[in-house]
């Protein structure tokens, strides 16, 4: 098993990417322009394929459940 520092930096890591899709999804939500819903769609895959390979790591190091709320005891 990785040790505890690398298995939280993936975490947060996750946290952070699923953070950035929230606040694209909303801005996708908002906008109206047919240039930057094209734009904005691009950069929802980019970030879901990135959350995508996280999740995957994670579920490598055995990591279950919530990966975002997933904690190292010290």
Known sequence: MKNKR?????????????????????Y??????PNLISACIY???AIEA???HIINQAK???????VEMYEVRK
């Open 6 to 26: 690398e298995i939280n930096e993936l975490c947060l890591k996750a946290r952070d990417t699923r953070t950035q899709l929230m606040c694209m999804r909303g």
């Open 28 to 33: 996708f939500n908002e906008i109206t322009d």
């Open 43 to 45: 950069e929802m895959n």
């Open 50 to 52: 990135q959350y995508s």
């Open 60 to 66: 490598a190091l055995g990591i279950t459940g919530e």
